[in-house]
């Protein structure tokens, strides 16, 4: 795993130590081990770990710098990109967040074993905003929704100024075509899409800046969002 790992840096325009690329492996073997008692991943292999887990969601840095920033992962399921990025970037303050309770609980179990720091909340999306509106610099995610619904759920979190760094495979243009409402809507603004090949696949990071607060009525309850997205 570390050895596919490292090889894949460079693709990213990245570099870490060899400490820190062992403390991202042991986070992807953790989730492995813990996969066995409980569904976190599909993706099991040592290779495939490195190379679509935690290069994956490496890219988001090679997309915007996150040293010093706050940070929300929505919907963080086994804690990517979230965890991974908080290894490579310590600097930054990290919050998980995912509505399954038992998710949450093995990785407030086993993040301080890693030495990582990270607020772990459980909640839906559309209701921990109602405390934490427009209180970051970032929000990211990574395999939740579609984009237009995505958004909905991110665009809240981030303050005017931060933005949204949403992960998208092959579809990240033409779902970037179906938010062009949701996009106006929220306040937000196309800033770059970023492609990565990844294990023979497009990976995206597309950074979408907030140029203006979101309106109070959004996100709605997730049914609406899901039934008539923006």
């Not at 790992?5 to 400490?19: C, S």
């Not at 969601?57 to 940070?71: E, F, G, I, P």
């Not at 990025?85 to 074993?113: E, F, N, V, Y």
């Not at 579809?171 to 023979?200: H, T």
Request: charged share 25%; with cysteine; glycine share 6%.
């Amino acid at each position: 795993m570390i050895d596919t790992l490292l090889e894949g840096l460079p693709a990213l325009g990245l570099t870490l130590d060899r400490e820190t690329a062992q403390k991202l492996c042991a986070f992807g073997e953790a989730v492995v081990e813990q996969n066995k008692v409980m569904n976190l991943t599909a993706i099991t292999q040592p290779e495939q770990v490195a190379k679509l887990h935690l290069l994956d969601s490496l890219s988001v840095l090679s997309a915007q710098d996150l040293r010093d920033k706050t940070v929300i992962d929505v919907g963080c399921g086994a804690g990517f990109p979230g965890v991974p990025l908080k290894i490579a970037c310590p600097g930054m303050k990290l919050t998980l967040l995912d509505s399954l309770g038992k998710r949450m609980h093995w990785l407030q179990t086993i993040l301080p074993t890693l030495g990582v720091d990270a607020e772990c909340v459980t909640a839906r999306a559309e209701e921990a905003v109602a405390t934490r509106r427009e209180q970051y610099d970032f929000a990211t995610s990574r395999a939740v929704a579609r984009l237009p619904i995505l958004l909905e759920l991110t665009a809240p979190y981030v303050k005017v100024g931060g933005a949204v760094l949403a992960m998208k495979g092959t579809a990240a243009k033409e779902e970037l075509e179906e938010s062009k409402r949701a996009i106006k809507v929220l306040g937000l603004q196309l800033e770059k899409v970023l492609e990565f090949p990844m294990d023979g696949t497009a990976h995206a990071v597309i950074v979408l800046r907030k140029i203006a607060p979101t309106p109070k009525q959004y996100p709605r309850r997730y049914a609406k969002i899901k039934q008539s997205p923006l």
